[in-house]
C-alpha cells in the first residue's frame, strides 16, 4: 500500500492543485459559505479557529494593513499568540475528536484541509495538519502552494533583508 498524504490548500487553490476523486476534502473553517459545500466532501467548524482568536487576528491584520505594514498575516499571527492559543483550541475533546477522525481517514486516503488563507504560513490549517500526522506514521504534509515559494512582501522594509520561508520557522520549533 502506498504512504497516504494529507494536503492542504485554500479555497481559491483548489482549481490549480486539484484533489483526486479518491481523495477525502475537507473545509475547516469556523464559518462556510454555500461554495464551501460544493467544493468540499463536508466542512468541519469544530476545527476552525475559535470566534475570539479569528476576531483578533482579523482586528490585528486589518490594524497592520492600515499602518502599511509588508506582512499584514505574520504582525497579527505573531501579536495573538495564534499558534499557542490555536493548539490549546485543538487540545480540547471535540477538536482532538476530530483529529483522531482525520487521522483514520488519513490512514485510508489522502486527505484535504482547505480554508481561506492562501498561505499556510499564518494558518491554522498548517497546524491542524502537523496534529493529525502527529498520530500516523510514513504520512507527509504537502501544502498548496508550497509557502516555501510564496514571497514575504518587503517593500516597506528598508534594510533588504531576504524574504522568510517555512524553512525559517521550522528550525524555530514554532512557539
Known amino acids: 500500500m502506498s504512504s497516504m498524504t494529507v494536503r492542504t490548500s485554500y479555497f481559491g487553490g483548489?482549481?490549480?492543485?486539484?484533489?483526486?476523486?479518491?481523495?477525502?476534502?475537507?473545509?475547516?473553517?469556523?464559518?462556510?459559505?454555500d461554495f464551501v459545500e460544493r467544493l468540499t466532501d463536508r466542512n468541519i467548524p469544530a476545527v476552525g479557529p475559535p470566534e475570539e482568536l479569528l476576531n483578533a487576528y482579523k482586528a490585528v491584520e486589518t490594524a497592520a494593513?492600515?499602518?502599511?505594514?509588508?506582512?499584514?498575516?505574520?504582525?497579527?499571527?505573531?501579536?495573538?499568540?495564534?499558534?499557542?492559543?490555536?493548539?490549546?483550541?485543538?487540545?480540547?475533546?471535540?477538536?482532538?475528536?476530530?483529529?483522531?477522525?482525520?487521522?483514520?481517514?488519513?490512514?485510508?486516503?489522502?486527505?484535504?484541509?482547505?480554508?481561506?488563507?492562501?498561505?499556510?504560513?499564518?494558518c491554522h490549517r498548517r497546524l491542524l495538519a502537523n496534529a493529525v500526522v502527529a498520530q500516523l506514521e510514513d504520512i507527509e504534509v504537502v501544502h498548496h502552494p508550497d509557502p516555501s515559494t510564496i514571497p514575504i512582501e518587503a517593500e516597506a522594509d528598508a534594510n533588504d533583508e531576504p524574504a522568510a520561508t517555512l524553512a525559517d520557522f521550522a528550525g524555530s520549533g514554532g512557539r
Not at 483548489?14 to 459559505?33: K, T
Open 14 to 33: 483548489l482549481s490549480s492543485h486539484e484533489p483526486a476523486d479518491e481523495d477525502a476534502v475537507f473545509g475547516v473553517v469556523r464559518y462556510s459559505q
Open 65 to 122: 494593513e492600515d499602518d502599511g505594514e509588508p506582512n499584514p498575516a505574520a504582525v497579527a499571527w505573531n501579536s495573538v499568540k495564534y499558534e499557542r492559543r490555536y493548539r490549546k483550541h485543538l487540545a480540547e475533546p471535540g477538536p482532538q475528536n476530530v483529529i483522531d477522525e482525520l487521522a483514520d481517514r488519513a490512514r485510508e486516503r489522502d486527505i484535504w484541509l482547505v480554508c481561506w488563507e492562501k498561505d499556510a504560513r499564518w
